[in-house]
């Protein structure tokens, strides 16, 4: 946990304010915004724990922005991580910490533990964890609480045992870890289990890049896939297309009337579970017309090709990219128990259609093939630009990292 004193390097403010309002009683010092006073001269250094980094998982996505932010702000940031794939920020330190455990459960343990031990020997004003571990200040809360999906019998089992050990160094009564959630809904369903203060939850905006819009047409011309002009183009995205739900969205094309279906693409963006789905679109006589692309860094131009994204995920604690595809004008077709799936009907830029154990594939194939027809209009796009511009969708880093500043300043 942090402790020690303030990291001032530009500045001779040596003191926190916890103490300055001890040497001078009575005064108000929460009132000053410092900021806005000295400017960007407070320079801390804030560690970051994360199990994996990869560059195209959700998560990863989250935590790199974070990391941008911080060195934005003229902070040091030194990652803990088990392992690194990917380019590597220029001004941040990786500490590596690879260790023996012969499975997932054992592994993340002994990365807690070999964690704590670092920040024992080492300050850091504020420690920020993407997964759930002890000795954090922050926990960026992007996985749902897992203590409420799982049975007595699971509970149990030694691999959930440690995960509920480490959640509950998180979200326990007793600890004092802040947490940040991307999902509302999230912090009453730990609440139950946990009894956690609700002074211990944040809730974090989105935070996507804005984009740079073009017309469809433009779009679909530098992403070099080919499209007639009566085609609608359907894309998935997803690192994980398997928790993603692809196999749902391949059933509902299938499912399609045989004139529709034949005026449709389906373009998947992603690289777990792909081998799978080709053999599934095969299967169902649709593999002319799904287009598996890997990973990709265009999809926002990718987006702005299509015609409808669809998210019918098995699990999704948020899903940047529902909001994505909003701010580029990309209607959405979602299970509810996504966490931003409230992001498309508020904005009625799509069908929000029952997820989790009230998923049905009848709903999900009918709600597919109304999505069509209900595209001639273009009242979705719009609806989509239009919320996107009224509603804050871009700040959640900048948040995170203030959120660490004053936490270092005041404690």
């Known amino acids: 946990m942090a402790s020690g004193n303030l990291k001032t390097h530009y500045l001779q403010y040596p003191l926190k304010l916890s103490t300055l309002t001890q040497l001078v009683p009575g ?12 400017g960007r001269g407070f320079i801390m250094h804030f560690a970051f724990c994360l199990f994996k980094y990869f560059p195209y998982g959700g998560l990863q996505r989250d ?16 990652v803990f991580t088990m392992a690194w794939q990917g380019p590597i920020e220029a001004n941040v330190v990786i ?19 070999q964690v704590r031990a670092c920040l024992a ?3 850091f004003d504020a420690v920020l964890g993407f997964n759930r571990q002890a000795g954090l200040d922050f926990y960026f809360a992007a996985d749902p609480c897992l203590a409420v999906q799982l049975s007595f019998w699971q509970r149990l089992l030694p691999r959930y045992r440690c995960y509920l050990a480490l959640e509950r160094a998180v979200y326990g009564s007793k600890t004092t870890t802040q947490l940040l959630l991307l999902d509302p809904k999230q912090q009453a369903l730990s609440q139950v289990i946990y009894h956690t203060p609700d002074a211990r939850f944040s809730v974090i905006p989105p935070g996507i890049d804005r984009p740079l819009r073009v017309n469809q047409a433009m779009a679909r011309a530098q992403v070099n896939l080919t499209v007639s002009a009566t085609e609608r183009v359907l894309l998935a995205v997803g690192y994980d297309q398997k928790r993603k739900g692809i196999e749902r969205s391949l059933i509902a094309l299938a499912a399609l009337p045989q004139a529709l279906r034949q ?24 593999g002319a017309q799904v287009h598996f692309l890997g990973n990709r860094q265009d999809v926002y131009t990718l987006m702005q090709a299509a015609d409808l994204l669809l998210h019918p ?22 299970t ?14 799509g069908k929000v259609v029952p997820g989790g154990g009230d998923y049905s594939q009848i709903t999900y194939n009918a709600a597919l093939h109304d999505s069509l027809l209900t595209l001639m209009d273009k009242c979705w796009q719009a609806n989509a630009l239009h919320y996107a511009e009224r509603q804050d969708l871009f700040t959640m880093p900048t948040q995170v990292i203030k959120r660490l500043e004053q936490f270092a300043c005041y404690e």
């Open 95 to 113: 500490k590596l910490l690879p260790n023996r455990g012969i499975s997932n459960h054992r592994r993340a343990w002994l990365f807690s533990e």
């Open 121 to 123: 020997r080492q300050h």
């Open 336 to 349: 509810e128990n996504c966490g931003y799936a409230f992001h498309v009907a508020k904005a009625s830029a």
């Open 63 to 78: 935590f790199i922005k974070i990391t941008r932010a911080a060195l934005a702000r003229g902070h040091h940031i030194t």
């Open 263 to 286: 005026s449709v693409q389906l373009w998947v963006v992603g690289s777990v579970g792909i081998d799978a789905a080709q053999c599934q679109a095969k299967a169902l006589g649709i």
């Open 27 to 38: 005064f108000v010092w929460e009132t000053i915004d410092f900021e806005a006073v000295w």
């Open 313 to 334: 995920a098995y699990q999704e604690t948020a899903g940047m990219v529902l909001v994505e595809a909003l701010a580029n004008g990309l209607p959405v077709l979602v």
